[in-house]
């Protein structure tokens, strides 16, 4: 995977925020990015061989190497002499919804002297957090990412991220920077921006008009899977007590993708994404916990 390692502090709140004094809240720092839960969430799924290609600060180089070491990744972590890691401000609120505020530091500056086709070698499936797309440097890096990847004639999946980041950005940009992948991973709201239409379902079609396979999470709703112009399976939510929906969609992405480099169909693999995603919302940030309950909806 190549993408983005980011400080999380997440500040879990009940009440409504008081704006100008006080709001209690439970607020953790924890590693987080698009990139790395993913990365987590597969490793945690079942793959022996998860791999990750990010840029950090060296203020938390180590403590994000230790994490991703102990969930399994092997990361590649460059070290920016400029920017700190970047860090994301979760606000949760108590229906379990967050809010980022983001300042990308060191993770959009990975670029093309980070990487070496070599990296490439034994690699299954390449997955690229959408992130990477919405600066210069990264967008580069990127490119040349995919187009080792087709050298390689290695499978590739984008995630689309952000829908704040993609509508400024531009939903068509995006796309025409992002062509090539074999799988575009966006969520309802990505998805409805991408194709300028308001229902998920239709949105998921046109995409797969543009990619082989799009799958489209829908929150509570599960997710659903398109392929050639047309919806070709709906898949039901797992239920969950949610707590903290930050990194749900990471989860979805790392589980939906070990199961595909297992060999299930995109089906098969969407319904373990949706297992992992209801995992993810009953536990604090966004990454897996080897003592999460199993089960619980995305």
Do not use: K
């Not at 991703?68 to 949760?92: H, K, M």
């Not at 490439?120 to 990264?138: E, I, N, P």
């Not at 039901?236 to 297992?262: E, K």
């Not at 949706?274 to 897996?288: D, E, F, K, Q, W």
């Amino acid at each position: 995977m190549v993408g983005d390692v980011v400080t999380d502090v997440v500040a879990r709140y009940r009440p409504p925020l008081a704006h100008g004094t006080d709001t209690a809240a439970e607020i953790r720092t924890l590693p987080g990015g698009a990139g790395a839960n993913a990365a987590c969430w597969a490793a945690r799924s079942g793959c022996a061989d998860v791999r990750l290609l990010a840029r950090v600060g060296a203020e938390s180089h180590d403590w994000h190497a230790e994490q991703l070491r102990r969930a399994g990744v092997r990361a590649r972590l460059v070290i920016d002499a400029r920017a700190p890691t970047a860090t994301v401000i979760s606000l949760v609120d108590a229906d379990a919804e967050r809010t980022f505020l983001t300042d990308n530091g060191a993770a959009l500056r990975l670029s093309p002297a980070d990487w070496s086709p070599s990296l490439l070698d034994g690699v299954g499936r390449l997955h690229l957090s959408g992130y990477l797309f919405f600066a210069d440097t990264s967008r580069r890096l990127a490119l040349a990412v995919m187009a080792s990847a087709r050298e390689h004639g290695i499978a590739v999946s984008v995630d689309p991220a952000s829908a704040g980041f993609l509508e400024q950005f531009g939903p068509e940009r995006f796309l025409a920077s992002a062509e090539g992948p074999d799988t575009l991973l966006p969520n309802a709201d990505e998805a409805c921006l991408l194709t300028g239409l308001r229902d998920p379902l239709r949105a998921a079609a046109e995409l797969s008009r543009r990619v082989p396979v799009a799958v489209v999470t829908l929150g509570g709703a599960g997710a659903v899977v398109a392929e050639a112009g047309a919806v070709t399976a709906r898949i039901p939510p797992v239920p969950a007590r949610a707590v903290d929906s930050t990194g749900a969609g990471d989860a979805f992405t790392g589980a939906f993708l070990a199961a595909r480099l297992a060999g299930a169909d995109p089906a098969a693999a969407a319904a373990e994404g949706c297992r992992a995603g209801a995992r993810s919302v009953m536990l604090p940030g966004g990454r897996p916990d080897a003592g999460a309950p199993e089960g619980g909806a995305y």
